[in-house]
């Protein structure tokens, strides 16, 4: 496995030649007088702070609220390179549904040994109480966020899958709004795709999944683990974008296999809960039995098939870091297609041969723990001191099934407004894609995550990554 | 041999309860070593008793009871004939691959210690039966058995390190260390009758089962040193407690902070037969 | 509408005002406090203000001596009493951010900049002078009347407006209540002095921290009688903190909740109760029944319609 660590940045590509799509922002800069941006960062942060669009961070007690570093300048697509995208993130996702359709299911992917049994049932993700049962409409992951990252001109893979309740749509819509209320001429010179009819699609999406005995016009919640939860800011967007009610678990209450919502008017039924909270908390009679954020009962209203729950309980199995690796079969084993998104290369250190490669080269790779995520848990290598290595050395030897490793990818880098000019920061993508009972749709564009910090490769934001507008613009003529 | 099982389940509120809805997994199925003869549940407050199938093949109960109420009391009754199998099960609903039964949950995680425990119990063992027989030896050997129901469900560490426990702890510890030993392990409730003097007591009990190949699934109880015989009647099955309690319970309402809730165990008596 | 929201609304509007309430008796209390002994300036001044706020266990609790400076801290400052200005400025953001979407971008700033601001006058309050607590009890009624102006000038006028205006008279009548509860043997009639009397500027100390001196003189046009002090905080419809308004407005808005949601309850009915008895009250007949089991029996009314819009419609 042999990766360019030629740097491709996505405006000056590697030679330092602007690229088409990069050409009329290129220009504008050029004209542009760096006080002209600096006011419009500082404007930036106001218009944020006063929305009050904040981020709570765990662990750090000063700063419980922060605000989400946004960088003014947009990160561009081409319609061409989109087009490519959104084919392979639509595979990617309509795999991922039957996937888990077949895991709850009849497991023909298992028994065809495609992908070891022993990795679904051992993982944690895997919820037995959802086996032999159907969800509405055979959807599990009706809401997907896929991490892409691109390393050259043509090359974007797939870094992740998100499955569960993928966040970060609330910015890349605030991002947009804020960028059109400062940059109206850049918008008049780019022909941008618009992103803004997300909440309808998604609306639409949440509809078409209701259970078929709800009536046609389903009452949709949205619940959240409450106030304190890291995203609580995109719940209660979200919830006032859809227009519908944001829900903790104590608002709701089942009787007799019926979920209803407790109003001012008497109980209110409810068809479909978009639900941003882990499978463990959401029925403490059925998962962890301490958990105060959920709904008593909840599952057996799954059951019956009264209530929707979008995503899926369960779907995480199917977004794990050990079965990542395996998704690009599933897409030929289902499809019958070829991907068209790659996976980064990726070790499974539960195998012999890799565990011991990886153990030889910790210090050129990244090394992931299986079930981590918010890029806790992680080593990488090229940046690591001597003892986060041997740390590292240590847990792969106890635990091996609880890692995979991947080459350290040149990531691209786009380039971020800073005090004194320019500056090449690495990015990645997350495009959100709703699945629903016959639809599937990507809206176009997504979140880019930035690096703030010089080299750094880690973008998520609960360790100081921030975000950028995405742009998807139609190609130059000629 | 033939047993009758009562046991009654009631809550108590130090203020009316608005409502609450209960998960029973109380009713045996019929297998190799128990036949089923009669059974019933009974709710003492008006409400509708739904049973299904759940995943690992429990006959699982649930309600919803509206309030207000200050207690509530589920009677479960029944008689069910036993046979004595040498704790071989066979006649069960198994709709999974032995590979989940590998599988760690945070009641039944291992640690260094559990495992060597596990390792060197089994030492001397090469048949996956004695292995398992061994560990069961060593697991009665070092753990104080407390047959006090109100006390709280520790992980296996914590009880392991404790060295006492409940039957259920000690379930949870034995099915750590076998699958430690990559031996899948399970989670069964259900009840046993004890000769306590010169009366026969049915007790709710908890134990686990261990996969043989060639045998199938094969009950250990190290509380009692023994595999499960006719004195034993077995219930619902799971990944560890969580998933085969006999009840899982919320409400709403009932006073704040002031719960007051217990779980009663009243037992009936057992007979033999000849 | 959620039951929760309506819920967080209704003690949001609560929380404000008594932020406000005690950001008033505070003030007045100082006044009263800082004059000559002979006038009716005494320590056992504070005593009566924890009593009005509802938080003199609270304090003895905490263990300090009773003195102004100890009172004012608690009640203005202190983290461990629940009812504190500073928690109740703290509850009332948790409550308006947990309700965000229902709450207008006016009434979220007013709330949240308070908020902020009340943060930074903590990080200053090492250094706090009697002139600084001056300014931070007069930055507390700009904040409410902000909010409140805020709420009346942009919300909606449907279930979300009257749940949070039957919170805040809710807890506007129990304040007036409490103030004459803790103050009712200076209101006895055979206390009646001309002019100079001790007790004058006590009764002037009730009217101010209800706002009501200069209203006193407009209705009454005469000097201050204690009775007319009861009479405008008990029985007069135009005086906005008397009784008899606050509950004016808590049978309206909860009819209007009752129209929309086509239901009258127990809480209506109970109110109405109130309101009558209130409207069928003369001066007179109030102090011949005694004026202290009047306002006793008020506070414990005010406080079953708590309850029952409670369980009516916030489960």
């Known amino acids: 496995m042999e990766f360019s660590r030629v740097q491709f940045d996505e405006m000056k590509g590697t030679g330092g030649l602007t690229r088409p799509p990069y050409q009329k922002l290129s220009n504008w800069l050029a004209e542009t007088p760096q006080d002209f941006l600096s006011s419009r960062r500082a404007q930036a942060e106001l218009l944020f702070r006063r929305i009050g669009i904040t981020f709570a961070v765990y662990g750090s007690k000063e700063a419980t609220e922060r605000l989400i570093p946004f960088d003014l300048l947009p990160r561009i697509l081409s319609r061409t390179e989109w087009s490519v995208l959104e084919k392979g993130l639509v595979q990617r996702v309509r795999a991922l549904n039957l996937f888990l359709a077949d895991l709850y299911g009849p497991g023909e992917i298992l028994k065809a040994d495609v992908v070891p049994s022993e990795l679904v049932y051992r993982n944690p993700a895997y919820r037995p109480e959802m086996a032999g049962r159907r969800t509405p409409h055979d959807v599990y992951v009706q809401i997907a966020g896929i991490d892409i990252v691109r390393t050259d001109d043509e090359n974007f893979y797939v870094l992740e899958d998100n499955a569960r309740t993928p966040s970060g749509v609330s910015y890349m819509l605030e991002n947009r709004e804020v960028m059109m209320r400062l940059f109206p001429d850049l918008f008049a010179m780019h022909q941008v795709a618009p992103i803004e009819n997300y909440p309808d699609r998604l609306l639409a999406t949440l509809r078409s999944v209701a259970p078929r005995n709800a009536n046609h016009d389903p009452t949709i919640v949205l619940l959240t683990p409450g106030q304190y939860n890291s995203a609580f800011y995109e719940h209660s967007f979200l919830a006032d974008k859809l227009g519908v009610e944001l829900v903790e678990g104590r608002d709701l209450f089942v009787r007799d296999d019926v979920v209803y919502m407790r109003t001012t008017e008497g109980p209110r039924r409810v068809d479909v809960i978009y639900r941003r909270i882990d499978d463990d908390f959401l029925d403490p009679l059925v998962f962890r039995p301490d958990s105060a954020l959920g709904v008593a009962g909840l599952m057996g209203a799954y059951y019956a098939g009264n209530v929707t729950l979008a995503n899926a309980v369960g779907a995480g199995v199917a977004d794990d870091k050990a079965t990542y690796t395996y998704i690009p079969d599933a897409i030929r084993f289902y499809l019958g297609e070829e991907p068209i998104l790659k996976n980064v290369p990726t070790w499974r250190c539960r195998e012999k041969e890799a565990l011991s490669y990886v153990l030889g080269h910790l210090d050129e790779l990244v090394v992931k723990e299986v079930n981590g995520s918010g890029g806790y848990g992680m080593l990488v290598g090229p940046h690591a001191t001597r003892a986060q290595i041997e740390e590292f050395e240590k847990k792969l030897t106890e635990r091996p099934d609880n890692f995979i490793a991947q080459p350290t990818l040149a990531l691209s880098t786009c380039p971020i407004s800073v005090a004194q000019g320019l500056a090449p920061r690495h990015v990645d993508l997350r495009p959100f894609v709703l699945q629903g009972a016959k639809d599937i749709c990507v809206v176009p564009g997504g979140l880019t995550r930035v690096a703030m910090t010089e080299k750094s490769l880690v973008v998520n934001s609960s360790q100081g990554g921030g975000t950028k507008d995405t742009w998807v613009v139609d190609d130059a003529p000629g | ?274 | 509408m959620l039951s929760r929201t309506a819920d967080n609304l209704y003690w949001l509007a609560r929380y404000m005002e008594r932020a406000d309430f005690l950001a008033r008796v505070i003030k007045a209390s100082r006044r009263l406090a800082s004059l000559p002994k002979a006038y009716g300036g005494a320590e056992s001044e504070w005593e009566g203000v924890l009593l009005s706020s509802g938080s003199v266990q609270a304090f003895h609790a905490a263990g300090r001596p009773l003195n102004e400076a100890n009172v004012i801290e608690f009640l203005a400052f202190s983290p461990e009493n629940p009812s504190s200005i500073r928690n109740c400025i703290g509850q009332a953001r948790a409550n308006a951010r947990a309700v965000r979407t229902a709450l207008t971008v006016e009434m979220w700033e007013a709330i949240n900049d308070g908020y902020l601001e009340m943060q930074a006058i903590e990080q200053a309050r090492a250094a706090r002078s009697g002139e600084d607590l001056t300014r931070f009890l007069d930055f507390v009624k700009r904040v409410s009347l902000t909010y409140d102006g805020g709420a009346n000038r942009t919300m909606l006028r449907n279930d979300a407006y009257w749940f949070s205006r039957v919170g805040l008279f809710i807890e506007r009548a129990d304040n007036t209540a409490r103030l004459l509860d803790v103050k009712y043997q200076l209101l006895l009639p055979e206390k009646e002095v001309i002019g100079g009397s001790l007790d004058y500027f006590q009764w002037a100390a009730i009217l101010r921290a209800v706002s009501a001196h200069t209203a006193y003189q407009w209705v009454y046009r005469e000097s201050l009688k204690p009775w007319l002090v009861a009479d405008l905080l008990i029985l007069r419809p135009e005086m906005p903190r008397s009784l008899i308004s606050c509950y004016e407005s808590v049978v309206r808005y909860l009819d209007r909740l009752a129209n929309t949601h086509g239901r009258q309850g127990p809480a209506q009915s109970h109110a109405r109760a109130v309101y009558g008895k209130l409207e069928n009250m003369s001066v007179e007949a109030l102090f011949q029944g005694g004026l202290h089991e009047f306002v006793g029996a008020f506070i414990s009314d005010n406080a079953r319609l708590g309850a029952l819009v409670s369980d009516q419609y916030l489960f």
Not at chain 2, 56 to 81: A, K, R, Y
Not at chain 2, 131 to 156: G, K, P, S
Not at chain 2, 192 to 197: I, L
């Open chain 2, 1 to 274: 041999m033939r047993m009758r099982v009562k046991h009654e389940i009631s809550y108590r509120y130090s203020e009316p309860a608005k409502a609450a809805v209960q998960k029973l997994l109380v009713t045996p199925r019929n297998c190799n070593s128990q036949r089923v003869i009669a059974w019933r549940i009974e709710v003492d407050r008006d409400s509708r008793l739904r049973q299904v199938e759940d995943a690992l093949g429990n006959i699982m109960h649930s309600f919803t009871v509206d309030g207000p109420f200050e207690s509530l009391t589920t009677l479960v009754e029944g008689e069910v004939e036993t046979f004595d199998t040498a704790g071989v099960v066979s006649g069960t609903i198994e709709r999974f691959p032995l590979e989940l039964f590998l599988r760690e949950t945070p009641l039944t995680a291992s640690n260094e210690q559990i495992r060597d425990f596990a390792k060197s119990a089994c030492a001397g063992e090469a048949a996956t039966l004695d292995r398992l027989h061994a560990v069961m030896a060593a697991l009665h050997e070092r753990m104080q058995l407390n047959r006090d129901a109100t006390q709280e469900i520790e992980c296996a560490d914590v009880a392991f390190d404790k060295q006492a426990g409940h039957p259920l702890d000690l379930a949870h510890i034995y099915i750590a260390c076998a699958r430690a030993l990559d031996i899948p392990a399970r989670y069964i409730s259900g009840y046993v009758a004890r000769q306590d003097g010169s009366e026969a007591r049915v007790e709710a009990h908890a134990w686990a089962e261990a996969f043989v190949a060639g045998l199938g699934w094969v009950g250990f109880d190290s509380s009692r040193k023994m595999s499960p015989d006719d004195s034993y009647v077995r219930v619902a099955v799971g990944l560890d407690h969580l998933g085969a309690a006999p009840v899982r319970a919320a409400r709403t309402g009932g006073g704040d902070e002031s719960m007051d809730i217990q779980l009663h165990v009243a037992m009936a008596r057992a007979q033999s037969q000849n």
